[in-house]
């Protein structure tokens, strides 16, 4: 008996497992949504043509974000998917499924991964491609994908807690992989918690200058949850698409998704930071940051007795 209305699938760019949700589709009646197929009913529910919706979702792989389109492109796939669960069970390929129905019931989320290796062959043979272009193909889709999860909810798509299933295709076969989604969709299963409890571990923190370490001290001091140059952000490529610069803001507050960056340099010193923060916020602009500069950095932990040498 199937027990599960709703498979969500994430794949590596270069994996090639489509047919077996195709067959999964057939066998078992559920209505295939691929990126076809969906971008039919989107532009429908969006009022858009497929064309011009197929150019934003590029837009947004690239790093371009807009507030108005975003927000209705997530709330159009999720009614979408929505509407067509009532009347079907339903295979959503990609478009970030994981994320949007994370603690949807009756639901399975899958993720297909495979080596590098792996995928560069299965490329070549399956396009014909040379391995210099077939590497260069993979970086991009990569690169794409990472981007559309870090424009659209802040996150990294190969989270493993996204998943109920991860299978790798260097262990097992198509036909394998196949057969264990079978399995698991006719067994009850459990959502995926909002949060994933873990122990807090302790690994000391080696901040750049001791104006960063009494922050942390406030910070930890107040119970604000803090982060210490959790993330970097590409901030310009070359024509290899290797990344020739980048920035690491100091510190990020989940609780208020905001960022920090610390700065005790004079203003005339301030140029390359100033512009580097401003080129993250024209290429990231979902994301929330804040420079915070030495006096007013100064007075804050004055005003709470902490001194800094």
Known sequence: ????KLITVAREFGTNVDSIFEKLAKEYNFLLLNRKNLTSYLSKYLE???EDLIIKEKEIEKGKYEDDFSSKYVEGIKNVVDSLLKRSSVILMGRGGQVIFKNYPDTIHVNIIAPLK???ENLIKEYNLDINTTKKLIEEKDRER?????????EDWKNPYLYH????LSYYTSQEIYEIIVKSIEKPKKNIPDSQESFTLTTPVNFANKSEEEFAKLLTFY??????EPHT???EWDSEGQIIEAFTPDFYLPEFNLYIELTVQKPKLMTEKLRKIRKLREL???INIKLLYGKDYLKILEKYGAKVK
């Open 284 to 286: 990231y602009p979902h």
């Open 48 to 50: 858009i043509s497929e």
């Open 223 to 228: 119970r604000i949850k803090w982060e210490y």
């Open 165 to 168: 299933l991860i299978l790798n």
């Open 233 to 235: 952000f590409p901030l």
């Open 1 to 4: 008996m199937m027990l599960v």
């Open 118 to 120: 792996y995928r560069i």
């Open 146 to 154: 990472e981007t559309y999860f870090r424009m659209l909810f802040n």
